[in-house]
């Protein structure tokens, strides 16, 4: 029972830095799941994905991963955040990847100085403005998405309806102030996932293999107001590497 109690409440402390986050991400998940594919058992399993993971990282370092962010969905893991220590960025992946039921992760920990206080407010305050205008958007199923903002950056993960939908997200999310772009993991409702090959958990350190084909295509947009569907931007990003 203590084993589930500290688990829990890693996994509400690694979600958000508040239990309002915590509830509503959970609630996402369960929305996604009872709304779309999969049904609730889905999302029991995204859950216990994600309080799995929560508790790797709360063995390993508290204080190291609990600036970090984790997003479930339909097995697909999506780790946001920021470390000082690249090795910290490593291990954080190698962890996530060690869960049975992982299909993806997607690796987008920065390795910078925190921000501290000012930036987590802003943060903060971009995803609530995102999520209160999609919740009262009627074309848009605010639950089907997960939101996770890092350094003016937003992430968008879960469900979309179809392309429309999601291009309205995006053109939302891109108008609000201080958003210096949005990163898009949202897949089409009915879309197959295609699990990528789990790494060789006996390997140490990071080893970049450049052949490896990506985990999952990311889209990346810039701020802007102008009219009409939204445009990829060109960004080099870094794979997962190991």
């Known amino acids: 029972m203590n084993r589930i109690v500290l688990c829990l409440c890693c996994l509400m402390m690694l979600s958000s830095c508040s239990p309002i986050g915590a ?15 999969g049904g609730l058992s889905a999302s029991a399993s995204d859950l216990k994905i ?31 955040g920021v470390v000082q220590n690249p090795d910290d960025r490593v291990e954080a992946i190698k ?12 690796n987008e920990i920065r390795v910078a100085e925190s921000e501290g206080l000012p930036g987590y407010v802003r943060d903060q305050w971009i995803t609530t403005r995102l999520r209160t205008v999609m ?12 939101i996770d903002t890092v350094a003016g950056t937003i992430y968008l993960m879960g469900v979309a309806q179809d392309q429309a939908e999601l291009n309205k997200v995006i053109e939302t999310a891109r ?7 949005v990163v898009s993991y949202v897949k089409m409702a009915g879309e197959q996932i295609t699990a990528a090959p789990r790494p060789d958990q006996n390997m140490t350190g990071a080893v970049e293999n ?3 084909p990506p985990r ?19 960004v080099e990003r870094e794979e997962i590497q190991w």
């Open 175 to 181: 108008t609000i102030p201080n958003v210096q772009q």
């Open 50 to 80: 994600k309080a799995l993971i929560s508790d790797k990282w709360f063995r390993y370092d508290l204080e190291t991963f609990a600036k970090l962010n984790l997003t479930v969905n339909q097995g697909r893991v999506l780790v946001t």
């Open 135 to 146: 919740t009262f958007d009627r074309d848009i199923q605010s639950i089907n998405y997960s």
């Open 210 to 212: 450049p052949t490896a």
């Open 216 to 234: 999952y295509e990311s889209d990346y947009y810039a701020p802007s107001a102008a009219a009409g569907a939204p445009q990829p931007l060109a």
């Open 95 to 106: 962890l996530a990847w060690q869960v049975d039921g992982v299909n993806q992760v997607i």
């Open 23 to 37: 509830a509503a991400g959970a609630g996402a998940a369960l929305g996604i799941g009872a709304a779309r594919e």
